[in-house]
């Protein structure tokens, strides 16, 4: 279950970057989209999303099942997380923290950084259209994701900050 959830949460921010540049390239560079996002580009994003995610899940999940746990076996959590498991081992926790945060830092630092400029290039050819119905009929193809995007990462933030 760990396993999964790690993998999941992590394949979540590589989809969600893969979106997030699809839109980039959707509106920004709109003449270039049919060979830049062909189905072969869109394969290759989805599979190297899934793949990322479960190979980014596997270092914490061994890391955890190779600690001992002296504590009760109750987890005080609808699901099996990482925190909580840490707070039950014996054992010194600090390379499953630093591998935690490594991985932070890397998978997840990055994602937001390419989301968040992927989405400074979109907002800023957004308010280079004159036009007001262009503006919003451009903007409307990225709205969803942005919101989506906002609420990801909130979220993450509210539970894990």
Sequence with gaps: Q????????????????????????????????PQVMNQRTCRMLAAAAWIGGFLAGTPVTILISALTFCASNIINHFFCDVTPLLKLSCDDTSTVEFVMFAQGVFLLFSCF????????????????????????KTFSTCGSHLTVVILFYVLVVCVYM
Aim: net charge positive.
């Design 113 to 136: 950084v390419l989301t968040v400029m992927s989405y400074i290039y979109i907002i800023s050819a957004i308010l280079k259209i004159t036009s007001k119905e262009g503006r919003s």
């Design 2 to 33: 760990l396993y999964f959830f790690n993998s999941f949460a992590s394949m979540e921010y590589l989809l969600l970057t893969t979106m997030a540049y699809d839109r980039y390239v959707a509106i920004c560079r709109p003449l270039f989209y």
